[in-house]
């Protein structure tokens, strides 16, 4: 074997049956970890907010906070960090342990909240749109948000709750994150129409529509898709020594 040294620390090994790729790794560009953090947090906070503003429908992973933030006459992003806070609970339940690196999903899922409502507040001041600018901004918003997610899925970082949920859960039940993922959106979907059937008496008024089914259909298969796009586009590495303390048990032993 020969060894090339990329970095101080890194020492890659290689044979010939791999050359092309190592070659093809060498030139990628390099994107720290933590970067994905605060890409990912400022892209979904911007395509819920596009959602939102496009009144199409949300997509399901965020329509049942929207729901509660009408019921209960909070913002939305308010709504969104508190549901979040019942499903890192329902992670520890579904992984039968606790970390404290759960706690700091609430975290991720205040700042979210945060920015969230910043971004609506920016929208608002933009008018109203017409229906051709609606729809493209809906699959901005939709593009941005599966984005968003498959950044989270790159950091150790605690992500918010949503994607803690799909990242943990599947991981420990040894599932298909992506097929996971699509079954996930899927059911908040049903939760969101169920939510506004008793709450409002009312299918399509509040933050449900034809673009919710949409997103619950796609979601999940968009995700997947940038995420192999962008292990073949970057390589990720840690700017900061700081994984250790944040990533679980079965990835440090796989490392």
């Given amino acids: 074997a020969v060894s090339l040294f990329l970095d101080r620390d890194v020492v890659l090994c290689y044979n010939k049956t791999n050359f092309e790729e190592i070659l093809h790794m060498i030139h990628k560009p390099r ?3 933590e970067f994905c953090y605060v890409l990912a947090t400022l892209f979904l906070s911007l395509g819920a907010a596009l959602m939102s503003k496009a009144n199409f ?3 399901s992973i965020v329509a049942p906070a929207y729901l509660l933030s009408q019921i209960f006459h909070v913002s939305f ?3 969104e960090y508190c549901l979040q806070g ?3 609970v329902a992670v520890c339940l579904l992984v039968r342990r606790f970390r404290w690196t759960y706690l700091l999903s609430f975290v991720s899922a205040f700042l979210y909240g945060l920015a969230l409502d910043g971004m609506l507040w920016l929208l608002s001041l933009t008018g109203d749109w017409g229906i051709v600018l609606r729809l493209f901004m809906m699959v901005i918003g939709l593009i941005l948000s599966s984005l968003g997610v498959s ?6 970082l605690a992500p918010g709750a949503y994607e803690l949920f799909v990242k943990e859960v599947s991981r420990h039940h040894k599932l298909n994150m992506s097929r996971f993922k ?3 959106d899927l059911i908040s979907c049903v939760v969101a129409v169920v ?3 008793v709450a409002f008496h009312s299918l399509f008024d509040h933050g449900i529509g034809i673009g919710t089914v949409l997103v619950a259909l796609v979601n999940g298969l968009i995700i997947g898709w940038f995420s192999q796009l962008l292990d073949r586009c970057f390589t990720f590495f840690d700017r900061f020594p700081l994984a250790k303390y944040f990533e679980s048990e079965e990835s440090q032993n796989r490392t």
Wanted: charged share 10%; glycine share 8%.
């Fill in 31 to 33: 994107l720290s970890r």
């Fill in 57 to 59: 429908g949300l997509s």
């Fill in 77 to 79: 992003g308010t709504a």
């Fill in 182 to 184: 699509i079954w996930y």
């Fill in 151 to 156: 950044l989270f899925f790159k950091t150790y």
């Fill in 195 to 197: 939510l506004s059937l």
């Fill in 86 to 88: 019942v499903l890192v």
